[in-house]
Structures are given as C-alpha cells and as structure tokens.
C-alpha cells in the first residue's frame, strides 16, 4: 500500500499553506458519511478501519516529497518546514469493523487542527471507500448463497494490487471462507483455497493425464476443474481419478465448474459422482457470478456446495462507487453545514444511537449530536486520542465475528438482494433543531 | 504496489508443484487478450506494460514468503526449494503503451517454462487489466470533451491507493492534462492540480474571506471554487476578489463549480466575469462528471475551459471490468485451445498486422500467427528477452504521445461514446485452418 503523505489531493496542501499563513489554526471536526444508496443496496458494512489508524499514526513527510513540493513552484519555505515537522494529534471516533451502518451516519469523525484533519481527507476517503464497498458486496453474496461457501477469487480484476489485498480483507471480514490471494492469506491469517487453471489441463496430453498428476501433487487436497473441453466427460473422468485416489487411501476433494449452464452441469455433475456413489465430493461453481446469480441457485436448490466468485464482487460490478464524503461539520465550536444543491450536509460533532427489538433484532438508528444521551447503543466509539490509536486493533476474525452476530439481528427485509426495505433512520430533535437554525442563519446572509 | 511473489492466486502454485513434480517443464506461450467490448467501446488503449516488465524482472520468493508457503502443509520440500531459486527467464512480445487495440488482439505474449509463464498470470492480468480500462475511459472523456482539457480528480475514490496512481498514470497517457494526486505527480512526473474545497470556504466567517485568504497565498495560482452556498453569489464574490488581485498586479486563474445545474451556472457565471471584462477567467467544471456529460456540454457549446473528472473515470463506473483473459496458445511447440463454452480460445503465437488507408488513417487489423508475413505495420514487439527487458521503457510522456497520434488516425465513428462502429479485424487464414483443425482434433479425442 502507497502509505506516502504525498499520496493526497494537490488542494488538501495548497488549502493547508492558506490556513497556515492566515493562521486559521483552529480545531475542526469532519465527519465521513455516504450520502445516498448504490442500487439495491440497503445497508452498508463498516470496513477500513485499521488502515486509516495505522496511516493516522504514521503520518509524516519525508525529506524527498518536502523536495518534490518545493519543485511545485507553490509553496513557501516557512509552510515547508511547517509540514516537516507535522504529525497528527487528532482525536478520532468511528464505527467499529464488522458493524452494519446506513446512509448519514458518521462512519469516522476526525477532531484536530484544520490543517491535521483536512490534509488526511483523500487517504481516509480513498480507503474507506473501497473497503465498505467490498465489505457491502461480500455480504451481500454471502447472504444471497444460502449457507454455501463463498471464497475470494477476485485477485486478477480487481482494481490494482492494494484494491487485491483489501477485497480479500474486507470479503473475509463479511463472511466469505478464504480467498485465493496468497498474500492476503499471510499478511491477514485468512485461509487461501486453490483449484486448478484450464491452461493446466490443456498443456497435458489429455485431461485425465493433468487430473492425475494434480492428484498426485495433492493427494488429500484436489479440486479439479472439469470444463476444460467437455463437462460431463471431465466429470466422469474425475470420477475415474477419484476412484484411483481411494485405491490408495485418498480422497477427491472436489471438481470446479467454470462456464456454461451452472445450474444444468451442476445437476448432471452431481447424478454422476452420486451414481458412482461418491456423495460427498463437493461441487464449486465459478464464472463471473454474482449475488444475483448465488440467489438463483439457492432458492433453485442447485447442487453447488460452494463458489468461488471473483470479478464482480471484487470491482462491486454492480455498483463501482458510492456517494461517500467527508465534510467539515464544526471549525471552533461553531457547527457547520453546506448549501451545495443536492448536497446539503448535517452539522455537529454527531453520535448514533441503535435500538433493538425485544428478540436483539435491530429495530431503528436515531442520529444525534455527540453529547446527547438517547435510547439504544451508542454506536461511534473513540479510537484515537492525540494521535494515538486508543486500544490495539481488533484481529480480522474478531471484527468477522462482530460482522455476523450484527447481520443476523438485521432484519430479512432490509438484507433482500433486489429493492430492500429502507432501515428506519431518524435525526435527533436536537439535531434537527440545529440544522434549521444553521440554515437559515446563512440564509439571512 | 505490492509487487511479492505470493501476491498471485494459490492456484498458480498448486499447479506449479504439480509440473514440478511431474517434471513436467516444457515451454509454454500464454496470451493476454480481451474477448468482448464493455459497453459502448470500440477499442482499447494499452496500458500497463511497465510494470508488467518490472514484475517480471525482479520476480523472486524471500525466505518468509517461503516460510508461510511450508505452513500451510501443502508444499513439498524440493518444490520450496525450488521457488527459493526461482527467478524468471521468458521472452515477452507485446503491444506497446499507449497504442490503440481491438477485442481478441494479443496484448501481450509470454513464453517460457510452464511455471513461470504460469505463475505470474495473476499479477500480469491485474495490471494490464485496470490500466487498459482506465485508459480507455480516460480517452473516452478527452474525446468527449471537445479540445477543452481533462485532469484527474479520482484518488479519492479510486479502488485503493495502488489503483489511485495507476489511474493519474493511465489517464495521463491518454490525454488528461494532469492530476491532483500528488504522489503521482512526484513518480510519473504529471502536471498536478488543485483548487480548493468546500470544507475551506465553510471553516472562514464568510466565502469571501476564504476566497482573500486563498488569493494572498496564491496570487497568480488561484481557482476558487464558488459554489459553497449560492454559486452566482459565489461568482460575484470571485469578481470583487479578482478586481483586489488585479490592483495588487496578480491574477486570478479561474472559478469551479462541482454542484447543481453545471450547464446552466457555467454560462450564468461566465456572464458575470464577462460583464465584469474578466474574459479570461477560467471556468471549471467538476462533480460525478464522465464522458457522457462532457459531450453534451461540448455540443451545447457550454462556457466550461476544463473539467475535474473524478469517481466515474477512476472506477470506470460504467463498465468497471473487462472479459481478460491470459490462455495458454502453445505448449511445447503443440498449438492448443480451450472449448469451453462461449470462452473458445485461438491458438498459436500470434502477431497483429495493422493496414493504413492513404491518409494515414487506420483501415483494418488482421490477427495472425507470429512467423507470418503480412501486409501492414506488426503490433507486437519484442520486449523482453532471458528475463531481461530490451530496452529502456519509453517514458510517459512518449507514450503519450504514441497514443495521441494514433488515436487521431482512428476512424471517428470508432471513437464515438455511445454505440461504436466496430473496427474491422480479421484472423489470417493461416490462424484461421490451424484453430479449425485442432478443434477437430479434440472433437475425435
């Protein structure tokens, strides 16, 4: 990951020297929210968390970018030496990983210095963007499967290197089983899984040649991929191979299928290894599928135990961007908010206060101003405090595990895959009040 | 960007034990190509190749990544081995950066050792993979827009930070003007850009102390963006601004409007700095801007000099993926395809002849196999040679400018942003008989 300071919008420096020569040092808050649902989408999974702390902690500009930014021709030497001593105090409040949150509600909220809390905007954005967006999908297919498995396979299209490694972090995180991005697996403990490529069976004389030389590479571990030429005959040579493996005290694991009809291969696939009466090698389907697809299959009964789904879960095919931004809501105690058509913000340092049903069910989010006490969980907690992380992270598994007993209290309707129920979200009195109050002081002008 | 060696598919891996432990080595050829348009394209923009190269020249296993391979009881001790002194030692051909391609075109062609060509397909289709695509939407909204210029405003909405850069990378080489990513301005040495935000104008007292203070630290550098609160007050704020700049010998660069009805408020704010004999003045454009926007506004003739042109160019939001795909063609010197349904693959090394009408323009490209020799200019060059790259990489500004003359050769009705002609592209006859007679081939078994 490019954790560079200069990784960052030209106007987040030009506004800092601005703020700096003026002196207009004050302390703000900015709150990041996603403004709108992407389609279908009703709900949002909270992911990138970690990174944006590490990056917080670590801030700083080297000698080399301090160089660069005097080539600009932009700015002065007294700003330069300014930024080579800066490092983040902030104080900072967020969601935590795993949880589920809806549109207008803080996500982060980053008190400091103007200058601190504007300068970090692209970072935070850039990141948080992408992992709530990842996490949202997986959560999505996973729900939309049934039970079955789903695994990460996304690696190749996703959108770049680092996009690689957080869709594998953030699809485990919302409860896919594993990935196939090796490096993922060892930088976050994730389980990898593995089949084999069409390219391998092809450059073998024949395709139970390739089948047995898997097999014997990996005698407890195959997956073989059987569509390479044919099917239905792959699956009876599989079967084949999987007899020989039991001769020697092994087992086939699985067969994949990657093209074609799914369902009718996965069907005829199955009759074929249950009429050679071998009921417990597992079906994997893959092939540009996605939630919509993972949806038909199960409520169809589709013979498939698990899926690897790559492309349109990693790059959220669907829906490659959400409305996310990160807005100044207070600047010295003074609460802001913004007029832009279509885009006017909610002022205040805000927390969420989360209802529950008798059963733990969730049942309705109030948004209110920090220092309110309403009903229900407050769901924003502190996370940083002078720029430094209050607690150590969460593991992935923990937040995983916050992930799942959180998505089983959302009610079936606000999870449905095409046109969900809106979750009910309201604003405080209080928070209302202030937003008029705002608005039609800048009005009268 | 990561550039490990586990940063692959373990798949990849798996396989390479299984060839491995067959000893099964041989030379193998894959290729690299896209196998349908997304919509509304006619071609491709290549893209990526540098990193590509750079990969495979520094590809190797450290001890740690060997150590997380052991722990996970899936690879014998001779293979571990044999990774640990594995480097790379293929030839390579490929399209160069910044050339115009078509759909079933070779993009790149890697021949070597099956395990090497093999193992770093994951990481060759990921890079070219988001480069071309973001390229190809790149040259889309410079296209569109008409002569006025296109900067990069996605990092923060990029699918992470590695896709941020490779996004200022890509869509400067297809003709933005600059970015506002600094990082990348510092790497790939692109203009850089910036303006200010809205959370700068809210954090002052009023918009034209903002605008004051912004104009004392850029005196001839400043574009102020006017549409906080009421974008033609905004304008008028910026004239008052511009007329105290202009009595202190300096000069305001421009104004941005990222919300609202930008048609309408572009021509209304032009008004004012017309009326107020401030004609050069710059107008900007910006706000979930994309292609399809760009031309209307160029053919409305709508007063706008440039536009920042984020989110939907950054993510390719129309079309966030393509159908890439890295087969294997050749395997010992055996010319091989795949059959699986609606992924019929063409074998054989392969060259691209493109033909040119009398005016330079292009006329026709004919995919053939590499030893051919046809009429028109071959696409393909080699470069990579033992591992080793055979030249220099052309900088970006070459490529650049490889793309600029090529896509003005490039028929308009190809170029067009909604419905395409598709550009004629034939496969020799050559190729033609030898897929017909494999395909009969496997169909005998």
């Not at 970072?123 to 499967?145: D, E």
Request: hydrophobic share 40%; aromatic share 10%.
């Amino acid at each position: 990951m490019e954790n560079s300071a200069l990784l960052t919008d030209l106007y987040q420096l030009t506004m800092a020297q601005a703020y700096f020569r003026e002196q207009h040092m004050g302390q703000a808050t900015f709150s990041l929210f996603i403004r709108s649902y992407p389609p279908n989408r009703g709900y949002f999974v909270s992911a990138g968390l970690e990174d944006v702390l590490d990056y917080l902690e670590s801030f700083s500009f080297n000698a080399s970018e301090l160089d660069y930014l005097a080539s600009q021709q932009l700015f002065s030497d007294d700003f330069l030496h300014y930024l080579a001593d800066l490092r983040l105090s902030g104080t900072v409040w967020a969601i935590p990983e795993g949880r589920i949150f809806f549109k207008d509600e803080p996500i982060i909220e980053i008190t400091a210095p103007i200058i601190e809390a504007q300068i970090v905007e692209t970072f935070v954005i850039n990141q948080i963007h992408l992992q709530t967006l990842i996490a949202t999908k997986a959560a999505r297919c996973v729900h939309a499967a049934g039970g079955r498995s789903v695994v990460d396979f996304a690696l190749r299209r996703t959108h770049g290197t680092d996009a690689g490694m957080k869709v594998a972090r953030a699809s485990y995180l919302a409860g896919c089983a594993g990935t196939s991005n090796v490096l993922a697996g060892s930088r976050y403990a994730i389980p990898i899984v593995g089949t084999m490529a069409h390219s391998f069976v092809m450059s073998f004389d024949s395709e139970i040649d390739a089948f047995r030389a898997y097999a014997a590479s990996f005698p407890n571990n195959a997956i073989l991929l059987i569509d390479t030429y044919d099917t239905l005959a792959g699956a009876r040579n599989a079967v084949i191979v999987a007899n020989e493996m039991a001769h020697r005290g092994n087992k086939l694991i699985g067969v994949r299928i990657d093209s074609g009809d799914l369902a009718a291969h996965a069907r005829a696939v199955r009759k074929i290894f249950d009429d050679a009466d071998m009921r417990d090698v597992k079906i994997i389907g893959s092939g540009g599928l996605d939630e919509f697809d993972l949806e038909q299959f199960a409520s169809a009964n589709i013979p498939f135990d698990s899926y690897g789904v790559g492309t349109k879960m990693g790059t959220s095919g669907d829906a490659p961007w959400s409305d996310i931004s990160y807005k100044l809501v207070e600047y010295q105690n003074r609460s802001l908010l913004k007029l832009s058509a279509g885009k006017v913000s909610w002022p205040g340092k805000k927390q969420v206060f989360r209802a529950r049903g008798g059963n733990g069910s969730l049942e309705r989010d109030v948004i209110g101003l920090r220092d309110e006490t309403l009903a229900g969980e407050s769901l924003l907690t502190q996370v940083m405090r002078d720029g430094k992380a209050c607690a150590a992270h969460p593991t992935l598994m923990e937040s995983r595990k916050v992930f799942e007993a959180e998505f089983a209290a959302l009610p079936q309707s606000v999870k449905a895959i095409r046109n969900p129920d809106r979750y009910p979200v309201e604003f405080s009195a209080k928070l209302t009040a202030l937003r008029s109050e705002i608005s039609e002081k800048i009005a009268r002008g």
